[in-house]
């Protein structure tokens, strides 16, 4: 049985996927590809996912449009922070990330460090990305 979180992170994956607007029958029809889900439900789900503020809406027709407020991307970042936000030591919560990251994702963190002026343009990750 999925719980409802897994049925929101879907509709906001079609959503992302799409990069643009859907109706809550595209959505329902695209997952009933994979598996069954009640139409009442994907929209209850949306209009959960809307008042929380993941989702805005405007009508077409008969129908609710729906769209993302934010990118995937924005959304992940926030969910970072507010995961760190957690923690009271903020610097042991780093480490521990950093210490299990793949060699790309160190590249790509000091990447994002530097585009951000929060490390000089000359710097290199460690050898080994650890």
């Given at each position: 049985?999925r719980?409802?979180?897994?049925?929101e992170a879907?509709?906001m994956d079609?959503l992302?996927?799409?990069?643009?607007p859907?109706?809550?029958?595209?959505?329902v029809?695209?997952?009933n590809?994979t598996r069954?889900?009640?139409?009442?439900?994907?929209?209850?789900?949306?209009d959960?996912?809307?008042?929380?503020g993941?989702?805005?809406r405007e009508?077409?027709?008969r129908?609710?449009?729906?769209?993302?407020?934010?990118?995937?991307?924005e959304?992940?970042?926030s969910?970072?922070?507010e995961?760190?936000?957690?923690?009271?030591d903020?610097?042991?919560?780093?480490?521990?990330?950093?210490e299990?990251m793949p060699?790309?994702?160190?590249?790509?963190?000091?990447?994002?460090?530097r585009?951000?002026?929060h490390?000089?343009?000359?710097?290199r990750p460690?050898e080994?990305?650890r």
């Amino acid at each position: 049985m999925r719980r409802r979180g897994d049925l929101e992170a879907e509709i906001m994956d079609r959503l992302w996927r799409w990069g643009r607007p859907g109706t809550v029958r595209e959505i329902v029809d695209d997952i009933n590809l994979t598996r069954p889900v009640a139409y009442t439900t994907v929209m209850t789900v949306a209009d959960i996912l809307h008042r929380k503020g993941m989702l805005r809406r405007e009508k077409a027709g008969r129908a609710w449009l729906y769209e993302a407020r934010r990118s995937r991307e924005e959304n992940t970042a926030s969910l970072m922070q507010e995961a760190l936000g957690s923690t009271e030591d903020r610097q042991a919560a780093l480490q521990r990330f950093v210490e299990h990251m793949p060699p790309e994702d160190v590249s790509a963190l000091a990447a994002a460090l530097r585009a951000a002026g929060h490390m000089p343009a000359d710097a290199r990750p460690p050898e080994g990305g650890r």
